[in-house]
């Protein structure tokens, strides 16, 4: 009972002692100094602050005024996400002479219901103004950014301003008070570091898009969605989105938290490309986006719900895990790879500490002020520009490797085709060798086949010459015998005239297969070539003995002093030779007219014998043919022969390495044949 009495009276006075720790609190905090503001210059109300929470959002001015929760704030108010409503309270002094009119703003630019009081006449609590992201930006009292108030204060009395403070983000701002003329100077400035910061974004955008839709390479592409969203996060934050389109909060709050949310997937996946993870550790970092992308969308679906606290307080652990595990990813790999790890630690380390300098703001763990309050903006910033400089070394880096690498495939193609070159220029010989070689072999062919027609032809001609130079002396040897016979006791004049008959038709016959048959063995080369040192004297009794061939004086020889002292010639060829040559001179000679022989030795080294008549002339179309086997020209067709005559003189002069010509067809003169032979040196 005694020890029940005891803690009863221990209880009691705990309970007047915490009532009194209350009180002195509530003192202290209606203690606090006035804020004595300057006309020169902003002013922040850090230290001048307290603050008072609502919970359940019930209270009115004169209850929470009067409330015993009341708590100095050593700085700006930073509670982070919450859903209390925060009364804030601030004692301001104008200094003497100074104008009545001041600004107070926030520095948080997305608060959704701010509520000023202000003590009338009789000391009663009145709203004097609201703003915030549910009123409306098109209702606010001066076109702004963030929240600004204009006050009226009374001159050198203190006047306390009781803030009504209601918003989904996180509860973290700072007020500043201002004359008009200082925030025209400070908004112009602050407009201008956006406008360089957004315009420089814009511009990277631009320049990676084009970049994008050249190449349409897939980091490109995931780092302009990168940037993109970066950047409508940074522009939605500072609600510049907001002030120039008069967004309803309906529309900016779920879009800020989207934006955040997907950043947070973009911003892994990209982060872990330029890290190589994907590449190294590609099952396990595809885990990890699937992981990061599932607690995304948990979190935008709580945004879209409108609890954006709690989506960002369930989004803001993973995001701060994320970027431990790549940095610490990021150090392992740093004495591993080529400078791609410490790239990463430079570039996104200046970002990862604006983010978490900003996520550790918002829980309240750090004071919100400019530095704070502009952190990711300018870790953000930077983080793009060392991004951007990086890509472009890295693209620059590829197009030289492409250059080398098309620098070396020119190279390698030039030689291929080089060695194609040569090798269609080698089979392009080969072919026109080819095709010279078949052309000449139908060539030959041809003349193989022209010479076979016109063998055929002439042992047509020749069957059909011999059968009609047969028959002549064959019919005269038939007529004459037969005369023989029925006349046997004829006079012995008669018979020996019969009897010359036969042998000169005997003869003839004779001489016709003696020539086809001389031809026929050196066709084939069996004729005997029995080239011997003829003496001077040998070769005149050969002339002498062809011309006593013929009647006397049908045949003259000209000029056989001009004979050599020697000749190396087959004397029983050479006599064939010239007995055709006369021969055929005989033919075409008509009786009583003279044949000549003539020698001479047109040089030094040569002896030249020329046969000449004065026949008829030579048909032009008949001169290539005259020394070709079997031809027979018009002219001779009504005369004895083979035509074989000019065709042996021209073969025994080829054998004695000579030649045989028609050396004039008689148009005007004699015409004459010439048969050329060297003399030995």
Known sequence: MKNWLVLRCWGRICGWLALLGLVGLSALAQAQPPLRLDPERALSSGGHLAMLRDPEGRLE???????????????????????????????????????????????????????????DEQGQWRLAQRSGEDVGRGHWAIDARNVLLPL?????????????????????????????????????????????????????????????????????????????????????????????????VWLSDPMLGLSMCAGLAIGIRFAGMQLGLDQRWPGFFRWSLRVVTGLSLVAAVLVLTGRNGAGMLAMQPVAMLSIVLLLGAACWLLPRDKGQARAFLLIFGVYYAGVLLSFVRNLGWLPTNVWTNNVAALGTLLHMVLMSMRLNRRYDQERRDKESAQARIVEIVGKHNERLEQAVRARTTDLRQEIAQRERLEQELRAALETERRAKQSQLDFVAMVSHEFRTPLAII?????????????????TLARCMNLRSAAQRMAALVDEYLTADRMDTGQSPFQPRDCE?????DLLDDLVADWPEGRVLLRDEQQLPERLHCD????RVALRNLLANADRHTEPGRVIELQVFSPTPGGLSLRVSNPGDEVPADEVPRLFEKYFRGRQALQAPGAGLGLYLVRQIAEMHAGQARLESAGRGEPVRFRLDLPLPA
């Open 152 to 248: 009226r204060l009374p001159e050198q009395e203190p006047e306390t301003l009781l803030l009504r403070l209601r918003t989904k983000n996180a509860m973290s701002t700072y007020l500043t008070l201002m004359t008009p003329e200082v925030h025209t100077g400070r908004i112009w400035r602050e407009y201008l570091v956006y406008g360089l910061g957004f315009g420089f974004g814009l511009l990277l955008i631009a320049f990676h898009l084009l970049f994008w839709q050249m190449t349409r390479e897939r980091l490109s592409a995931w780092y302009l969605l990168y940037v993109s969203n970066a950047l409508l996060v940074e522009a939605l934050t500072a609600g510049l989105p907001q002030q120039l389109f008069d967004m309803p």
């Open 536 to 540: 001077r004297e040998e070769l005149v």
């Open 61 to 119: 001015a004169e209850a929470a005024a009067a409330a015993p929760g009341w708590r100095a704030l050593p700085g700006p108010l930073n509670i982070g996400y919450t859903n209390d409503v925060i009364w804030l309270r601030l004692v301001v002094q104008r200094p003497a002479g100074a104008a009545p009119d001041w600004l107070l703003q926030f520095s948080h630019a997305l608060l959704d219901d701010v509520r000023l009081f202000r003590q």
């Open 571 to 574: 004397p029983g060829l050479l």
């Open 478 to 494: 038939n007529t004459t015998a037969q005369q023989i016979a029925r006349n046997l006791d004829a006079v012995r004049e008669k």
